[in-house]
């Protein structure tokens, strides 16, 4: 049985699974892509968005790189539950249809 997410929870989800991603290494855009299949655009606007849910997100520019060469940081889950992000990380992969 599938059931169809709305966007408040799709995106909800999205951003959950993309700072799961980001803690466990998966930490610049193009990794995300190719992990996710999302457009380069959606995974960017979901780092951006993250801030809204208090989850503090920065870009470490890799040292003696000259261009936006680097990864992103998660320094402060917030109010989420980092344990329970990865505990669900699996099924939050599924339902996104990341599989």
């Excluded at 996710?36 to 809204?52: C, G, K, V, Y």
């Excluded at 344990?83 to 699996?90: E, G, I, K, P, R």
């Amino acid at each position: 049985m599938t059931a169809t997410l709305s966007k408040t929870k799709s995106s909800f989800y999205r951003r959950l699974y993309v700072a799961y991603l980001i803690d466990q290494g998966i930490a610049s855009v193009p990794a995300l892509i190719e992990t996710t299949q999302m457009p380069r655009r959606t995974a960017q606007d979901t780092i951006t968005s993250l801030a809204e849910l208090d989850i503090v997100c920065e870009f470490e520019k890799d040292a003696g790189e000259r261009h936006n060469i680097g990864q992103y940081r998660i320094r402060d889950w917030g109010p989420i539950d980092k344990q329970w992000v990865a505990t669900h990380a699996d099924r939050l992969k599924a339902v996104l249809g990341y599989d």
